[in-house]
């Protein structure tokens, strides 16, 4: 396997050799922000590497703290709860969760951590049609007995195809389920999607705060909506986070899975707070991504790519064959630019594609450098 040997950013060095790079999912180049690594350095000698207990234990230290209400204040919430990764927030929703639900839907292509969560709530599980609202309603339909509330699991945005969830339209459709809930996984839509960057369900148009509580009956509609993200993408740190009502965050706090780990490394929290802060004080830093997404996407439709015009930083590229693509991606590499070909990754099915990742600091030049490179392969 290839080792990256710098900090992720648009020259990336993998292997001894230095990239033009537009893989993974450091978008706003927080990740090798030096004030960023700063507080690193500063949480690691003040604190250690880690608390070496749970949170619930005496594992609480400044910087984890720290995360959570900085976490707070960007998506608009109450509080939050910061935990060790991304992954587990599905897990933590759902086994708080338990009881309150008679069956679950997933959208079919959703990332591996949230069809996991599903399958734990032990519930009837019910795939439907990726992005499909009308298959959500058809599924609700011939599966629910009157009465039963259902639970509903998607991505917000698609890791690896950058489709965005149509959030607004599974609410209209669940708005006629008294108890269901919505739980969406926003780990690639936090921090670049919406005005102020709390993702999906901002960009869709849902009112602010979310995540009040699992039980949609304490509310005057259906669904309960509820968003997990993570902090190593955009947000440029590590870790997940559960944004919402000081209630609704006291009692997830009882789920095994966040009392029974220990407290995220301090370096990284510290490192997520910085960042977070960072994000707040610049605004411009996810104007600069949104300005290269919609070059780079107008200059891949200009070489006659099917590409639409998303504020999304992943480009799902499908270029002919499996061994098409495989050829432009080595092509690429040799010409010293680096675009992922991902082979069965979550969504993506058996022909694989080019997952491209715009960041806010790629250049100009950097993105014309790419568009060059990709007219002469095509
Ligand atoms: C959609 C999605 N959810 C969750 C995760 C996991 O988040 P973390 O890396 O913080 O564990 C990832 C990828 O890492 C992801 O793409």
């Known amino acids: 396997?290839?080792?990256?040997?710098?900090?992720?950013?648009?020259?990336?060095?993998?292997?001894g050799r230095e990239y033009l790079y537009f893989g993974g999912t450091a978008y706003l180049g927080l990740q090798r922000h030096p004030e960023v690594i700063?507080?690193?350095?500063?949480?690691?000698?003040r604190y250690g590497i880690g608390s070496a207990t749970s949170r619930t234990g005496y594992g609480d230290t400044p910087p984890t703290l720290d995360v959570e209400r900085q976490a707070a204040c960007?998506?608009?919430?109450?509080?939050?709860?910061?935990?060790?990764?991304?992954?587990?927030?599905?897990?933590?929703?759902?086994?708080?969760?338990?009881?309150?639900?008679?069956?679950?839907?997933?959208?079919?292509?959703?990332?591996?951590?949230v069809l996991e969560a599903a399958r734990l709530s032990g519930l009837p599980f019910f795939p439907f049609q990726h992005a499909d609202p009308e298959d959500l309603r058809a599924a609700l339909g011939a599966n629910l007995k009157p009465g039963q509330r259902p639970l509903v699991m998607s991505d917000?945005?698609?890791?690896?195809?950058?489709?965005?969830?149509?959030?607004?339209?599974?609410?209209?459709?669940?708005?006629?389920?008294?108890?269901?809930a919505l739980v969406i996984d926003d780990a690639h839509g936090i921090g670049v999607?919406?005005?102020?960057?709390?993702?999906?369900?901002?960009?869709?148009?849902?009112?602010?705060?979310?995540?009040?509580?699992?039980?949609a009956d304490e509310f005057s509609?259906?669904?309960?909506?509820?968003?997990?993200?993570?902090?190593?993408?955009?947000?440029?740190?590590?870790?997940?986070?559960?944004?919402?009502?000081?209630?609704?965050?006291?009692?997830?706090?009882?789920?095994?899975?966040?009392?029974g780990a220990s407290a995220p490394p301090v370096p990284a929290a510290a490192a997520t707070g910085r960042a977070l802060e960072i994000l707040q004080a610049d605004p411009a830093i996810r104007l600069r991504l949104h300005e290269n997404v919609r070059a780079a996407r107008a200059g891949l439709r200009r070489l006659g790519l099917t590409v639409d015009d998303s504020p999304v930083p992943i480009v799902c590229l499908r270029i002919g064959s499996a061994d098409r693509m495989r050829r432009i991606h080595e092509e690429l590499l040799d010409r010293g630019i680096l675009v992922p070909y991902m082979a069965a990754y979550s969504g993506l099915g058996p022909e694989g594609a080019l997952r491209l990742a715009v960041f806010a600091d790629h250049?100009?030049?950097?993105?014309?450098?790419?568009?060059?490179?990709?007219?002469?392969l095509l």
Not at 156 to 180: D, K, M, N, T
Not at 196 to 212: A, K, Q, V, W, Y
């Open 38 to 45: 700063r507080a690193a350095c500063e949480a690691a000698e």
């Open 1 to 15: 396997m290839p080792v990256m040997q710098s900090p992720p950013g648009p020259r990336t060095v993998i292997d």
């Open 221 to 259: 509609e259906p669904p309960a909506l509820l968003v997990y993200g993570t902090c190593s993408k955009a947000l440029g740190g590590f870790g997940g986070i559960i944004p919402g009502s000081q209630r609704f965050i006291a009692q997830l706090k009882q789920t095994h899975y966040y009392a």
């Open 74 to 113: 960007f998506l608009g919430a109450e509080a939050a709860l910061y935990f060790a990764s991304g992954y587990q927030g599905g897990h933590i929703l759902v086994s708080a969760g338990r009881g309150l639900f008679d069956a679950v839907f997933v959208d079919e292509l959703s990332h591996y951590c």
């Open 156 to 180: 917000g945005v698609f890791s690896a195809l950058g489709h965005i969830a149509p959030v607004a339209e599974y609410c209209r459709v669940l708005r006629h389920y008294a108890g269901a």
């Open 193 to 215: 999607l919406g005005e102020h960057g709390r993702g999906t369900t901002e960009h869709s148009g849902m009112p602010d705060p979310i995540n009040l509580g699992l039980s």
């Open 363 to 376: 250049s100009g030049e950097m993105i014309e450098q790419l568009l060059d490179a990709l007219a002469r």
